[in-house]
């Protein structure tokens, strides 16, 4: 009962932080019995949580044992489907033994319930896969052969990708496999356990990289990044599933640039240093730099711009007011309870699901006694001031933008030379990243 009435406030302080959750593939999660997720970890408690919205079933999640360090986190934690298990890397935790954990997952899936792993054990905000611990193919294939090969145990390999994990109203990406099954390694199993175990861990690391965009290193990773900033433009979709088909052509055509052309990642290092100190020194983004002017479509768009700035210039002041308690306030302890940035989008959720009701009942309750509002305008003003709030956040954004639009468009109007050596340097870069 928690755990569904947890699933549903979770859920609703998600879908306020990330703009978009696309989950891709989602009727592999649908199996007629017991099931393993095994997911890439690179978003701490968050991780779990997109997981339980991706999911009609309940689940149970295998979290580390230092979260269970006292018997009442113990009670809650277990409420919430959460088993505990000590990791080599930490110290032991006094109440967690493994083996009654061990006996606990096999019970869950021997009730035909969802069991989510995180195969790399600890949790870093980064594209490269780790290494697999072996663990989940032992779970596995022991609770397979407790029950002589006919649990029917599906493994679901399930990549998470998130745009920008740790800013609010950024995307999310679930890409779900097909998976495997199992029965098919128990043979391997029966003759030497720990060969086995090895070698469905490596099977789990092949289908997890069908499903994960993955970088070889943190270097590669940030070159990928910065190169797609540049290439990608205004005009393309800011859908998360087209942007990360995006990031993998340009990671794909990296690969095989470092193997026949290695000269010209340099080249390519050094264009894309170009491009940021001349877009930075412009204080355009290079984004825009694929438009083109046109002084008609430029005075329809410069009117708008300054229509909607004045109609939304109301709604962005009551938003503010209504909002900007909570959100100084998160922004202000934010620093001092989060020293990982792993952790910083699952406790704003968390801070925000206490700090804004609380507000907002404040405002309702000293603004609706003052001016004696019936119920239904209570309700309204209610339900108006997070609506409003999150208005409040895109207008900034749009204002934002349109700011770096018409800079951009002043200076080709100007004819600026500098500008056109940026589009030039974006040309080169594109030629050379995209077919």
Request: hydrophobic share 45%; charged share 25%; net charge positive.
């Amino acid at each position: 009962m928690l755990y569904r009435i947890l699933k549903i406030i979770i859920g609703i302080g998600i879908r306020f932080y990330y703009k978009e959750i696309k989950v891709k593939n989602k009727q592999f999660l649908e199996h007629n019995g017991p099931m393993i997720i095994i997911a890439n970890h690179p978003n701490s408690m968050m991780d779990g949580w997109i997981i339980a919205q991706a999911c009609s079933q309940p689940i149970h999640f295998l979290a580390k044992g230092t979260f269970f360090n006292s018997p009442l986190k113990r009670k809650f934690l277990s409420s919430l489907n959460m088993i505990p298990i000590n990791r080599k890397v930490d110290q032991k935790t006094n109440g967690v033994n493994n083996e009654d954990s061990f006996d606990a997952c096999y019970k869950v899936l021997e009730a035909d319930k969802t069991l989510v792993i995180f195969p790399e054990g600890n949790s870093i905000l980064e594209r490269q896969l780790r290494e697999l611990r072996t663990g989940t193919a032992r779970i596995a294939l022991e609770a397979e052969n407790r029950n002589g090969g006919k649990l029917n145990l599906k493994i679901v390999p399930l990549g998470l990708f998130y745009s920008k994990a740790e800013k609010f109203r950024s995307s999310v990406m679930v890409n779900i496999e097909q998976g495997l099954f199992t029965a098919d390694y128990l043979n391997d199993y029966n003759e030497n356990h720990s060969i086995a175990a090895k070698k469905l861990t490596e099977k789990f690391r092949i289908h997890l990289e069908r499903v994960l965009l993955t970088t070889e290193s943190s270097e590669q990773e940030k070159l990928i990044d910065a190169i797609f900033e540049i290439i990608r433009d205004v005009k393309q979709s800011k859908n998360v599933e087209e942007n990360t088909q995006l990031l993998h052509s340009i990671k794909d055509k990296l690969e095989e640039i470092q193997l026949i052309q290695p000269y010209l990642v340099e080249e390519i290092q050094n264009l894309v240093k170009a491009i940021h100190w001349q877009s930075e020194k412009l204080e355009i983004k290079t984004e825009f730099l694929s438009k083109r002017f046109k002084s008609k479509r430029f005075l329809t768009q410069l009117f708008v711009s300054s229509l909607i700035t004045l109609l939304g210039l109301p709604v962005f002041i009551f938003g503010l007011i209504q909002s900007i308690i909570p959100y100084q306030l998160t922004s202000f302890l934010m620093p001092k309870l989060v020293k990982n940035v792993e952790y910083y989008a699952p406790i704003a959720i968390l801070l925000g699901l206490v700090f804004y009701p609380l507000n907002y009942l404040a405002f309702l309750h000293f603004i609706g006694d003052y001016f004696a509002f019936n119920i239904f305008l209570k309700i309204a003003y209610f339900i108006a001031m997070p609506v409003t709030g999150m208005l409040a956040f895109q207008f900034v954004q749009y204002l934002k933008s349109t700011s770096f639009k018409w800079k951009y468009f002043f200076q080709i109007a100007n004819q600026n030379e500098a500008l056109k050596e940026l589009r030039k340097l974006q040309f080169d870069l594109k030629k050379i990243m995209l077919p």
